[in-house]
């Protein structure tokens, strides 16, 4: 009886292998992708949050540089405004002053 000899194989099947294979690359790109639109989000609010502060900066500079023209102005005519501007050490720089090249000794 050939029963004996024959042993009976369940036919190999490679496609759970496959689809485990193919699941885990696809769980780990999905992770990836959600990283780099966390990170997208991230980076446009850090860019929205630097334009503002640089308008406020300007803002800022503008008004404390017409602030110091009006002090050295007044301290023209007024002794206590000219205090200030020598405590603090007040100056205006020269328009074009940093074009021109340092004085050699």
Known sequence: MNDENQSYDAPVSCAWPLVTVLGAFLLVNLVQLVSILK???????????????IGRYKTVSTKLEELAKDLMRL???????????????????QPNAGALPPAKK
Do not use: P, W, Y
């Open 75 to 93: 301290s023209l005519t007024n002794s206590e405004a000219k205090e200030i501007v020598t405590q603090f050490n007040i100056q205006m720089n």
């Open 39 to 53: 990170e997208r989000q991230a980076v446009t609010q850090t860019t929205t949050a630097a334009a503002q502060a």
